[in-house]
């Protein structure tokens, strides 16, 4: 069975202050390793793909590394509007949806 | 990108009854998603809504409590029936271009209560 654990469940930084979120997976055979961002009351909003070890993609502030056990989430520098819940998901076996993890709430604070 | 549109947008239920959730895309996709975000739980898949055919639901998942529809490529309906309070929970339907990238997009979800 595909299991997902994100921690820390909550971080609260000050603005500017970078940091890193951690997503441990267990997947036979990884299709995919995606991280997602939630706000309040709306639904997630896909960030980044990654497929293999090795591999990093970028967007602003945020930085997404994957090993072959685990992803790490960079926030570079964060801003206040950076604060929401940020989610890592794993698509992999037989299964057809994604496997998510229960989030880091993530507050940065001016 | 796919916009997509969620109703109701939250309710108040009563134990025993039933609602319909609705699930309209701005374009027509072929893979279409329903989770379920409990407090402080992981998002959880429900079933794949496949049109034309019934559909698939996961493990824990019955098609007598969590029917679905999917009459076409734009639309899905998704019902919570003979709720109970463990029900309370966000619904949100999903959809994906090809299931393999895992890149969906979520509507803003139905937030229901059930006293």
């Known amino acids: 069975e595909d299991q997902v654990t994100q921690s820390p469940e909550a971080l609260r930084l000050q603005e500017g202050e970078s940091s890193s979120l951690n997503c441990s997976y267990t997947?036979?055979?990884?299709?995919?390793l995606f991280w997602y961002r939630q706000d309040p009351g709306k639904g997630p909003e896909f960030l980044f793909t990654?497929?293999?070890a090795g591999e990093e993609k970028e967007k602003e502030r945020l930085k997404a590394t994957l090993t072959k056990k685990e992803s790490f989430l960079h926030i570079t520098a964060p801003k206040p509007e950076d604060s929401a819940t940020y989610l890592c998901?794993?698509?992999?076996?037989?299964?057809?949806?994604?496997?998510f993890g229960k989030g880091t709430h993530l507050i940065i604070q001016p | 990108s796919a916009v997509i549109s969620q109703k109701p947008s939250r309710d108040i239920c009563q134990r025993g009854t039933s609602l319909t959730i609705q699930c309209q895309v701005d374009?027509?996709?072929?893979?279409m998603f329903w989770y379920r975000q409990q407090p402080g739980q992981s998002l959880t898949l429900i079933a794949t809504?496949?049109?034309?055919?019934?559909?698939?639901?996961e493990s824990g998942f019955v098609i007598d409590k969590f029917p679905i529809s999917r009459p076409n490529l734009t639309f899905s309906t998704l019902t919570v029936s003979n709720m109970s309070p463990e029900d309370s929970s966000i619904y949100l339907c999903?959809?994906?271009?090809?299931?393999?990238?895992?890149?969906?997009?979520f509507g803003e979800g139905s937030r229901l209560t059930v006293l």
């Open positions: 999903s959809v994906g271009q090809g299931v393999s990238t895992g890149e969906l997009f």
């Open positions: 997947v036979s055979g990884l299709r995919g």
């Open positions: 990654l497929y293999s």
């Open positions: 998901a794993v698509s992999g076996g037989g299964a057809d949806g994604l496997t």
């Open positions: 374009s027509q996709v072929t893979m």
């Open positions: 809504a496949n049109q034309g055919s019934e559909a698939t639901y």
